[in-house]
């Protein structure tokens, strides 16, 4: 049974962080039961480019900078920043390949690691948190395909069938 104040947790969680739209307060306390909480001192890396990790993490407090280095290049070059709601590292329990970039906490954070392993334990809740990633990671292409756009860059190519 799950307690009056941290039913309204659950709720504020599947509002405000998009990974967990569409679960049911008991579908998130489920998957949320094997997760990880972990505190994060400014300044510590949580992830770094070119590790493997098959979890990601919700931000539940604090602000963290995402920076990638190119292959080849010495340079980090900070490419966002994530705040609370966040998730990242999502890409992970979709493929195997290594971390696309750096998160390092830019303040003292709190965040929850959900490990891969979590989500498949129940495939109902699974297909919906698989969906919600699929939709940010989309809207992400989309905002990299803008951007590009701006900057007068190539932001597709109809060839490689990354039309949207």
């Known amino acids: 049974m799950i307690n009056a ?18 679960l049911t307060p008991q579908e998130l306390h489920e998957l949320l039961s094997g997760a990880e909480r972990r505190r994060v001192a400014a300044g510590q890396a949580i992830m770094r480019q070119g ?10 407090d604090g602000q963290a900078s995402v920076s990638k280095q190119g292959n080849g290049h010495f340079t980090r070059h900070e490419v966002g920043m994530l705040s609370r709601g966040d998730c990242f590292g999502e890409m ?14 830019a303040t003292d954070c709190l965040l929850i690691r959900i490990q891969e392993s ?9 297909s919906k948190v698989y969906r ?26 109809e060839s490689a069938g990354l039309a949207s």
């Open 51 to 60: 590790d493997s990790g098959r979890f990601m993490c919700i931000l539940i």
């Open 92 to 105: 992970a329990l979709v493929d195997p390949a290594a971390r696309s970039a750096t998160i390092e906490a």
């Open 5 to 22: 104040e941290f039913q309204s947790l659950l709720v504020k969680l599947i509002e405000h962080v998009p990974v967990f739209a569409g």
């Open 132 to 157: 919600n990633i699929a939709v940010i990671l989309a809207q992400r292409l989309r905002d990299t395909q803008e951007l590009l756009i701006q900057r007068g860059l190539p932001a597709q190519s």
């Open 118 to 126: 979590d989500c498949w334990r129940n495939p109902a809740i699974a």
